[in-house]
C-alpha cells in the first residue's frame, strides 16, 4: 500500500472555450498602393508589412527598438515598425525600402550606398536607406556630425559607418548644396573602431 492518501476523483477542467480574435478595419496606403485590411489590435507595424503583405524589405532585427533594421517612413516620418501597432496607422502613408526605388531606377539614396560602399552583409541596409531618408526629409542634418547623430539609432553590426555617413553627406551635398563651412575630413576615425 502506498504512504500517500486515497485521492479523490480528478475533476476534467471545463471545455476550452475559443474566443475568435477581434478584427479592426485598417486602411493604409503602402508605397503608394492602397491598402484596406482586417488586423488584430496586437499585430505590429512590422508584422503586417512581413507577414500579411509579403514586403521582406524590412527587417525584423531586435523586435524591441534598438537596432534600427525595421525603420520605416510613416508620412515622410522614420519610425521603428516593431514598436508600432498596425491599428495606429489608420489611413497613414508608409514607404518602406522596397518604395524607395522607381521601378527599376535605383533612389538616390541606393546609389550613393552602392557607390561609397555603404553596406556589407545587407541586413540594416533598408532600414539604414529608410532611416536616412527620414533624416533628409527633417531637414535637421547639414554636417557629418548631425548624421552620425541623427542615425545613431540604426546598428550596423558590420561597422560600415563612415561609409554609410559619407552616402548620405554625398545625398544631402547634391539635395542641399556643400555645406558653408568646410568640414574636417573622414579620414580622423580609426580603422576598426565604431565611430559614433
Sequence with gaps: MSDFP?????????????RAALLYPLRLTINGEPHTL????????????RDRLQLTGT?????????GACTVLVEGRRINSCLTLAVMQEGAEITTVEGLANGDELHPLQQAF?????????YCTPGQLCSAQGLINEGQACTRDQVRELMSG?????????????????VLDESQGPAA?????PAHWTPGTVPA
Design 59 to 67: 527587417k525584423k532585427g531586435c523586435d524591441h527598438g534598438q537596432c
Design 38 to 49: 482586417e488586423v488584430e489590435s496586437t499585430v505590429s507595424l512590422l508584422d503586417l508589412l
Design 114 to 122: 552602392i557607390a561609397k560602399d555603404a553596406l556589407q552583409c545587407g
Design 6 to 18: 486515497a485521492s479523490r476523483a480528478a475533476t476534467p477542467p471545463p471545455p476550452a472555450t475559443t
Design 154 to 170: 540604426n546598428i550596423c553590426r558590420c561597422g560600415a559607418y563612415p561609409q554609410i555617413t559619407d552616402a548620405v553627406m554625398a
Design 181 to 185: 563651412t568646410p568640414e574636417a575630413s
